[in-house]
């Protein structure tokens, strides 16, 4: 008679758990767990178009469809003069202005003169960045508006 031959129990093996693990951090890194929103800040402001934008710009802040918009505080308009006030922009970023008129803006430089008699309300400023994407878009009105002076009751005490 012969023996049968036998064999030891076979050990589990482990590698479906590991492919599943090189798998998943694979993804995470390819696509990262980050949201297409900014973070909340608990303390301090939201980040705004006057932060550094470029090359190392936050995941919630590319994903946008748009850049943020235009810091209303630093920009200015002269409804005397018919002129735009902006501020300097980071790196190769460029402002850009549409008039109502206009399909798509145009290049303007850091003062702008716009033409008279044209429609605060319709006219658009905003930056972009080539290659990349641009910002929201802002009115002249709403800029004019956020500088308009305004008198303090504080002093008639």
């Known amino acids: ?28 890194g390819v696509f990262g767990c980050g ?4 973070p909340p800040a608990p303390h301090g402001p939201q980040p705004t ?14 994903s946008r469809e748009k850049l ?8 200015d308009y002269d409804p005397e003069k018919r002129t735009l006030g902006l501020y300097d922009l ?10 109502p008129n206009e399909a798509a803006g145009h290049l303007i430089g850091p003062s702008h003169r716009l033409p008279e008699g044209i429609d605060t309300g319709r006219t658009l400023v905003y930056y972009a960045r080539p ?8 009115t002249v009105a709403s800029i004019e508006a956020g500088r308009r002076p305004h008198a303090s009751l504080a002093f008639n005490r």
């Not at 178009?49 to 590319?62: F, I, K, R, V, Y």
């Not at 943020?68 to 920009?75: F, I, M, S, V």
């Not at 980071?90 to 008039?99: E, F, N």
């Open 1 to 28: 008679m012969t023996a049968l031959r036998t064999t030891g129990a076979e050990r589990p093996t482990r590698a479906p758990a590991l492919r599943a693990g090189v798998a998943g951090a694979l993804v995470l």
């Open 90 to 99: 980071p790196g190769r970023d460029q402002w850009m202005v549409q008039l």
């Open 131 to 138: 290659g990349v994407k641009a910002s929201a878009a802002v």
């Open 49 to 62: 178009a006057a932060a550094p934008l470029g090359a190392n710009d936050p995941a919630w802040l590319t």
């Open 68 to 75: 943020p918009a235009p810091d209303l505080d630093r920009l």
């Open 35 to 38: 949201t297409p929103s900014p």
